[in-house]
C-alpha cells in the first residue's frame, strides 16, 4: 500500500474518515462512531478512534506508510482532548505527523478548499470562523444553545414553539406553524407538545429539527415566520460582521450548516443581506465537507514538516 494521509471530521453522533493519496485523492471512506470528548465518555470515545485504526489496518494500510493525520472535532479549547486524542495515535503505533483541530477549521478548509477565508456555520448551534492570509483566526459565536447560538436550528426552532404556544393561548394570531407542528411531530394537541418539547429523551438537536419548518411558513406567507426568518438573518450577519472587520474586502464567506443549505428562503436572504453591508464579498456553498477539509490539512503536514 502506497503513502497516504488520514481526515477524519468527528461529529457528535458519527465521525467520517477519508483515506487520501498525496495528491489529496479519496482511496477509502469510512463511518464510525463519535469522537467527541466533550459529547461521550472517555472509553467510548477511545473505543471508536482505536477502531478506526483497526478497520484501516485489516484494510492493509500500513501505519508506517502514513504520512500525515488530521482531526478535526468539537471542544479543542480543552487541552485534554488533543492530548487523549494524541495518546490514542501514538498508542497505536502512528508516528507521522498529527494535527487536532477545531471543527469549524476542517469545516471552513473543505468549504473553500483553502485555509483562508470565512465559515459560519448554521445547524443545530452557529459560529462564525475566519482565518487571513497571515494565518490569524478569528471566532464569534458557537458558547451553546443555553445562552448563545444565535441564527441555529435550535433558535429556529424554539422561536417557532413559541409562536405556536402564543397563538394557542391567544397572545398572539393563529399560525400554519401549529398545524406544520403537529403533523411533523405526529401529535393532535398542545398538551402533547409540551410532553415532547420536555421529555427528558429529546435533546437540543430534536428542537432544531423543527426550524426546517419555516421556510414552508414563509411560502404560505404565515404572519408569524416572517419575523423568525428575519431575527434568524439578523443573527446571522451579526455572527459574521466582527470576522469580516479582520479579513480583506473581497475575501469569501462559505454558508454552511444545514439551516443555510436546507432553506432556500434563509440563504438567498442572507446573502442578500450580507451584499448589501458588504458588497464585495462572495458567498458561496461548500465545495466539500470538513473531512475532505481534514484530508487538505493533513496532506499540508507532508509540506511543512
Known sequence: ???????????????????????????????????NYNGARKEEVDQNIQGIFHILEEKGYKKNNCRGICIGTAGISNPLVTEYMKENISHFGYTCPAE????????????LLQTEGVIVIAGTGSICYGKDQCGNTYRTGGFGYLIDDEGSGYAIGRDILSAVVRAYDKRAEDTVLTK?????????????????????????????KLSILIDEAYRLQDIAALPIMNKCINGLIDLT?????HMKENCTVAAAGSVLLNNQNIFEKFTAGMKMEFPKVSIIKPKKDAAYGAVILAAKLLTEG
Open 241 to 245: 460582521r466582527p470576522v469580516l472587520s
Open 100 to 111: 487536532i483541530v477545531g471543527d469549524h477549521e476542517t469545516a471552513l478548509t473543505g468549504a
Open 1 to 35: 500500500m502506497s503513502e497516504y494521509v488520514i481526515g477524519m471530521d468527528g461529529g457528535g453522533t458519527k465521525t467520517k474518515v477519508l483515506i487520501a493519496d498525496r495528491s489529496q485523492n479519496i482511496l477509502e471512506e469510512l463511518t464510525a462512531g463519535a469522537i
Open 180 to 208: 406544520l407542528v403537529y403533523e411533523y411531530l405526529h401529535i393532535q394537541s398542545i398538551e402533547e407538545l409540551i410532553r415532547y418539547v420536555y421529555n427528558p429523551k429529546h435533546s437540543k438537536k430534536e428542537i432544531a
